[in-house]
């Protein structure tokens, strides 16, 4: 089955405590991405990649790290997590950028 | 830079009946596309429908269409004969075409509908 895993699904986590989420895709997807969702403010890009080895800046960066080493994983990093971080956390991979986004199911997390 | 409007934070619809969610865009872009996505209460993002900018029919897939004004710059979402599964956060989303522009995916603050009994 096509998808995109995101895990977990729920992380609850103090402040300054290093954490990945992980995101994986099995559809040989080139472009892969991820937002957080916060309540009023709708979907914001954190960062996004073309292709393995090329990452860039969404809107929202700061606070995050990401690596594409493979074509079919694409992992966020929060170094340092703080409060304003805790939202909803969606990676998504296309083939084509003209194409739909197919979407993980999302990462709810919570920073103490 | 690009940006996408929904205006209406929330709007209800008695079942049955048909409702149409607003969205407004702002672009220097000739060619682009727009795509509707629906997030029930399980969170998940599913696609509901797309629109390409260089072509002038409006897009439908089954009790879903959409009023694309292209000069206007307005891609409305109409659900006819609503139903309780329709009941969701909807998004509205703008990108880039792939020849030129940024390759980012930019989203409305969405509109959370509710379906009435």
């Known amino acids: 089955e096509a998808q995109v895993t995101q895990n977990p699904r729920y992380l609850i986590t103090v402040t300054g405590k290093k954490l990945t989420v992980t995101c994986s895709q099995n559809m040989n997807h080139e472009y892969m991405s991820w937002y957080r969702q916060d309540p009023g403010l709708g979907l914001r890009q954190i960062y996004y990649?073309?292709?393995?080895?090329?990452?860039d800046k969404g809107d929202v960066p700061e606070g995050y790290k990401v690596s594409r080493k493979e074509k079919r994983n694409f992992p966020l990093i929060l170094e340092s997590p703080s409060p304003n971080q805790t939202s909803l956390y969606f990676c998504?991979?296309?083939?084509?950028?003209?194409?739909?986004?197919?979407f993980g199911n999302g990462t709810r997390l919570t920073v103490t | 830079a690009q940006t996408v409007t929904q205006s209406q934070p929330e709007m209800s619809v008695q079942e049955a009946e048909t409702v149409t969610l607003s969205c407004t865009y702002d672009?220097?872009?000739?060619?682009?596309?727009l795509f509707w996505y629906k997030q029930p209460p399980s969170r998940q993002m599913i696609l509901v429908i797309r629109q390409e900018a260089y072509k002038q029919q409006n897009a439908t897939e089954n009790r879903f269409s959409v009023n694309f004004q292209k000069a206007a710059k307005s891609f409305s979402l109409k659900i006819s004969d609503s139903q309780l599964g329709d009941a969701a956060m909807y998004f509205c989303?703008?990108?880039?075409?792939?020849?030129?522009?940024?390759?980012?995916?930019?989203f409305g603050k969405g509109t959370k509908l509710t379906v009435n009994p």
């Open positions: 989303a703008y990108r880039s075409s792939p020849q030129g522009g940024s390759e980012k995916l930019v």
């Open positions: 998504a991979s296309t083939y084509r950028l003209n194409s739909p986004l197919h």
């Open positions: 672009t220097s872009e000739s060619d682009y596309y």
């Open positions: 990649s073309m292709n393995v080895e090329v990452t």
